[in-house]
């Protein structure tokens, strides 16, 4: 398969010659602190956020235009200079001749080992980069050895340059930050310490040093070092062959000190004589600390080879141990390919959706559905800390319904908006729910309904349309009443009040506003006028679904009255004549958000559970039914599709006329996955995708169709070339999502023919040029574009466990019910899966000799631990688990689930 060879089963592989493939990027990074990626020839960035860099940012344009990047050189007698990472003039130069060097890069979670060899210089270097566990230091590993018959006299030198400043200094007083400088030499390294920092939080005294410190690998100090730029490239001079590399140029000795300068990490040390076939070992260290004197003990617990390699191995076990859901199936290649999939979510956790070089805006962190959407991922893979999550989460949202859009670093840190930004996306407050229903599913627990969290509180108020003037930061960022204490309302409260002001504010078509944009960032030019039909469907299914919990909540609990908001009774209004009113509707919501602009009364008030569950399945059937009727395109009889959109001039979006078909993808995800589809319209939808998005090549699924038009009056997204990110590529997270819909309503064979494109695509590394994983999309040729951070790894791995896998959790029971297609069996028949549900380790394996269809009524036997267990009398699924069995088993073992299928 293309040009990647795995090398284990835990994902690890191997690519030859990675430097001939344009835009190729790795994650190294600890569970907390630095976070690096890298290149084939070792370019890319490291830093700890926004504001301290120990290299110089870099975007995907600086991968091939910058020339300060990590580097290990060779000044060998008689034979020239050479780069051991193939970052040289000379190197530049070979690799379009017949004469270029052998590489071959090796990688797995969060470390890369690249080996390079030269027979012009008699040399071979294995160079193994990683990033501590705990994120302290970046290290680089360099093996040299002499792969001839003759001894070779040479001078190393080992480079990290320091850019030591907030990314905002890229162009924002680039010069003047490095007249902050102040550089000094110790016996192992370079240390930079700027005296302040220039950056949008003002002129404020730094306390961070940035640091490079080396070693031989038995614990040598460096004999000299080059701690200025100009030191080391020298006048005229070039990072591709620095004066100090093909020079006999003097360094600086330990304890010197420079000022006001561009710094860099570049060791030199003493000259040696390799023999034949011997192995000399250097190790580099780059890092930052506010404790200045930490860093001599801190680089001196890596300072010789053996300890570098135990915490080489520490990273391999720990990030392995991390990525705990292994697939298998028929195709390996594929289940490794999983595993990055799997691993991803992880990454997004690390580096949010910044701080990649694709990934170039925001300033770190995460957003508001990346809060709730990488949950789902940690509730497969790490549940223990998901529970506290969820309700902190919750505190993000504002009592119009709307919610934080600035995350802080902390867990359940939101940060108040002081720029006069209104900015709304309106499909923010459908994600809590989707999180919170999949973990009551998963452990059973009704009760986190019941826990009470404030209310966000900034100057933004009734959803966007206007400012709290009597707010200020004095108030604080928690909802208060009228008697000055915070107020606090349950889950359950907050779900409500995000869903019903959501029905109620809607546009002239009686669909949802689009406000600043949805799930599409990019349809943000329609604030006006703007609706989405798309998340109008998906609210509809998230207020089902709400009264089906508070449903079971009282057939568990028995509770059958809740408390909530005397402000909110006003939302619970019904009726048919109310529903189709678009001005009552505005009306309502405009009273609510008017009685709590500033204050809430602190008043609550009892409603009983029947009551808000008819309540809110009226709102649902009704908003349904609108939409079934309002929207649907009725192509031919075989092809139809919905409507998702009216523009800031009322128009809607999509349809055919004059032969021109206007399609988009999300219209049609959320109207299959809420229930408002029929499966005569999932039918007619999957063909008309089929021959109007579907492109195999680029990966499956485009988001829309080309409306040859920049639509000044929906989005941004029609600027964008056809084909590229929202308009009209194979956006991965849309995709997954289109599958994750067709699989719940029994739709199998389609959803797989969506997931599959995607991971096959992936697969073909001669057209999507990635490493292992999903990208956020594919462009128009197929090329894999934005890797490793994106939403849709998390809805994969959702839809691979739940739905393909088929194991899931309904109210705490453990469920399985697969959908496999023939060829997701291996030649025996058999598929697995291993995971870990309700704390315990299950390894569940699927025996199908026959490859047939996987229906319960066709299962033979089901073991656990080899015990029969017998199926459920009339159960929805072919194979049901009680938690209270699943609490008695052993934690530590691992227990083994078998399934025979037979016809």
């Not at 001079?237 to 620095?242: D, E, F, K, R, T």
């Amino acid at each position: 398969m293309g040009k990647i060879e795995f090398l284990d089963q835990q994902g690890s592989f191997r690519v030859y010659q990675p430097e001939d493939y344009s835009g190729l990027y790795f994650p190294l990074a600890g569970d907390g602190g630095l976070k690096s990626c890298i290149t084939p020839t070792l370019g890319g960035d490291s830093k700890r956020d926004q504001n301290h860099f120990l290299m110089e940012p870099v975007s995907i344009e600086n991968l091939h235009n910058n020339k300060n990047t990590r580097n290990f050189w060779c000044r060998i007698k008689n034979r020239g200079y050479w780069s051991a990472c193939g970052s040289s003039a000379e190197a530049e130069f070979l690799r379009f001749t017949g004469e270029q060097e052998k590489s071959v890069l090796e990688a797995g979670f969060m470390w890369q080992k690249l080996t390079r060899t030269s027979a012009v210089h008699g040399l071979k270097a294995e160079i193994t980069s990683f990033v501590t566990v705990d994120g302290a230091m970046e290290v680089m590993m360099t093996e040299l050895t002499n792969i001839t018959e003759e001894p070779l006299e040479m001078t190393p030198i080992a480079v990290m340059p320091v850019y030591g400043r907030s990314a905002d200094n890229i162009r924002d007083h680039r010069h003047v930050t490095s007249l902050l400088h102040r550089i000094c030499t110790t016996d192992y390294g370079v240390e930079v310490t700027p005296a302040m920092s220039f950056d949008e939080r003002g002129h404020q005294k730094n306390h961070t040093t940035y640091f490079v410190y080396g070693s031989t690998g038995e614990g040598e100090a460096p004999a000299a070092f080059y701690p200025t730029v100009g030191e080391f490239v020298g006048e005229g001079g070039s990072y591709l062959i620095p004066e100090a590399v093909r020079t006999e140029k003097p360094g600086a000795v330990a304890g010197s000190k420079a000022e006001g300068k561009e710094a860099v990490g570049a060791l030199k040390f003493a000259e040696i004589l390799l023999k034949p076939h011997e192995t000399v070992c250097y190790l580099t260290l780059g890092g930052m600390t506010d404790e200045r004197s930490q860093i001599e003990p801190l680089t001196a617990s890596l300072r010789q080879r053996s300890q570098v390699k135990e915490a080489y191995d520490e990273v391999k076990r720990y990030w392995t141990k991390k990525v705990n859901i292994t697939f298998k199936t028929g195709n390996p290649d594929a289940d490794n390919y999983l595993k990055w999939i799997t691993f991803q979510p992880i990454l997004r956790r690390i580096y949010g959706c910044s701080f990649l070089p694709y990934h170039d805006y925001g300033k770190g962190g995460r957003g508001w559905r990346d809060l709730w959407q990488d949950c789902l991922a940690l509730l497969l893979m790490d549940p223990s800390a998901v529970r506290q999550m969820i309700i902190d989460n919750y505190g993000g949202v504002r009592v119009d319904g709307t919610n934080a859009t600035i995350i802080g670093n902390a867990q359940g840190e939101f940060i108040a908006d002081r720029n006069h930004i209104t900015r709304v996306w309106m499909d923010h407050a459908f994600w809590p729910f989707v999180t919170t229903k999949f973990y009551i599913d998963q452990t059973g627990d009704l009760e986190i309904l019941f826990e009470k969290v404030p209310y966000f509180k900034d100057l933004q108020s009734k959803r966007g349309t206007g400012h709290d003037t009597g707010w200020d930061e004095t108030y604080g960022k928690c909802q208060r009443t009228e008697g000055g204490v915070v107020y606090f309302g349950s889950v359950l409260e907050h779900l409500l009040l995000q869903n019903l002001c959501a029905f109620y504010d809607v546009g002239a078509h009686n669909e949802m506003r689009l406000h600043g944009a949805d799930w599409n960032d990019a349809l943000d030019m329609a604030w006006e006028n703007g609706e989405s039909v798309a998340f109008t469907s998906a609210y509809a299914g998230n207020l089902k679904e709400i009264a089906h919990c508070i449903r079971l909540l009282e057939q568990e609990t028995g509770c059958k009255r809740f408390e909530i908001a005397e402000e909110m009774g006003m939302l619970f209004a019904g009726g048919r004549e109310l529903y189709e009113n678009v001005e009552k509707k505005r009306g309502i919501l405009d009273a609510y958000l008017e009685k709590c602009a500033h204050n809430l009364s602190g008043q609550t008030m009892i409603v009983k559970a029947e009551q808000i569950c008819s309540n809110l399945e009226e709102k649902a059937d009704w908003l349904m039914e609108h939409i079934r009727m309002q929207e649907w395109i009725a192509e031919d009889e075989a092809r139809g599709w919905f409507n998702g959109y009216y523009d800031d001039h009322k128009n809607p979006v999509e349809g055919c006329k004059d032969g021109k078909v206007r399609m988009m993808l999300t219209s049609q995800v959320f109207a299959i996955m809420s229930g408002t589809a029929t499966p005569d319209q999932i039918r007619k939808i999957c063909q008309s995708a089929d021959k109007y998005l579907y492109d195999e090549k680029a990966g499956g699924y485009r988001l829309n169709t080309d409306f040859g038009e920049e639509k000044m009056d929906l989005g941004r997204m029609f600027g964008f070339a056809y084909g590229e990110k929202e308009n009209g590529a194979v956006f991965s997270h849309m995709a997954v999502m289109y599958a994750n819909a067709l699989y719940q309503r029994g739709f199998a064979r389609e959803g797989n023919k969506a997931l599959q494109a995607l991971l096959n695509a992936a697969m073909n590394f001669d057209n999507s040029r990635m490493y292992p994983g999903l990208p956020e999309y594919y462009d128009l040729s197929g090329r894999g574009m934005y890797a490793y951070l994106t939403g849709a790894a998390s809805w994969y791995l959702l839809t691979m466990v739940t739905e393909v896998f088929g194991v899931k959790g309904v109210m705490g029971d453990l469920v399985i019910a697969p959908a496999f297609m023939p060829e997701q069996f291996d030649a025996q028949g058999n598929a697995e899966v291993k995971l870990i549900f309700a704390g315990k380790k299950f390894d569940i394996r699927f025996s199908n000799p026959e490859k047939c269809e996987c229906k319960k009524e066709w299962i033979k036997s089901v073991l656990c631990d080899e015990k029969q267990l017998e199926p459920e009398a009339g159960a929805a699924y072919a194979v049901r688990i009680k938690k209270e069995w699943i609490k008695q088993l052993d934690a530590e073992k691992e227990h083994v689930i078998k399934i025979l299928f037979g016809r």
